[in-house]
């Protein structure tokens, strides 16, 4: 895992600096300055099994990136799959040409000539996969390239949510980002699928990345006050019953493992010297309704009460 940042580059030679980045990742690109009013940023870049995964922040700049197939050479075909986290861009590829606001994906391919330009600031995760592993027609997928994709909302937001969070931990060495290849290639999948109209395609690899979807939604609002099991399966459009049914094949209890994983992020705020919080900032911070709430449930999980916690280890 690769992660680059601009903040160690002279200025004059950050334009080159990326230039070579974009030059070495999966999917090769021209990086091309329009205008540059203090360029900085980062260039992230890894591997999830056959999966590629890049993270680019740029701000203080205007630029665009292009790249060039070219015929009759055995280049492998990938898929990329953007999420934007911030920024504006616009994409054209394949006769389409879409303009994104932030939280929008857009796939793009390096089977088709490509255009982007952003505008500003700009940052993006990108998952590339070769063609080949999603098992879907090409024209069905080609079709959707540099377009804006018509699934539902929830499904984008979850989707866009997942691989974010993925692409940034994979990208800083969490070796447990190897485990979800397959999810993310299956969500791909029936993002595709979906968005072309096809439903029952798009159901069959939904329903087997289930799981995983539901602990990284709930990982992702597990300091949420509001955080209930009504609120997951909404989210997921199931119904509670069935989110029970999920979680019980795999043995998981949700309501002790998210009071466990808020009692572990309080019991850090309590060992860090950095945070001079009282113990009932700590228990609103990590999502308990009350101290007394929070001080029953963190003695359950360690043996001891907040505050001794605290002093045993500061």
Known sequence: MVLRSLVDVPQRERAEALTSWFRDGDAPAEFRVGQDRGLGGHFGAGRIGELG???VLMNGVDSSL???TKPGTSDLELLLFTTTDTGTSAVRQNGH???LPPARMVLTSTRFDLELRQWESSHRYSIVIPYRTLGLP???????LASRLQIDEALSSTVSSFLMRVVHQSIRGDAAMALFSTPIVDMARSVISAAAGEAVRAREPLSGTLFPRIMEYVRLHLLDHGLSAARIAHAHGIS????YMILARESLSLGDWIR????HRAAGLLMDSAYDLSIADIAHRTGYADQAHFS???????GTSPREWRRMHR
């Open 260 to 263: 466990e994983q808020r009692a």
């Open 97 to 99: 040409r879409v303009s």
């Open 240 to 243: 509670v019953r069935y989110l």
């Open 66 to 68: 292009h790249r060039r």
């Open 53 to 55: 995964v890049a993270e």
């Open 138 to 144: 090409d024209e069905l997928v080609d079709s959707l």
């Open 296 to 302: 029953r449930s963190f003695r359950r999980w360690y």
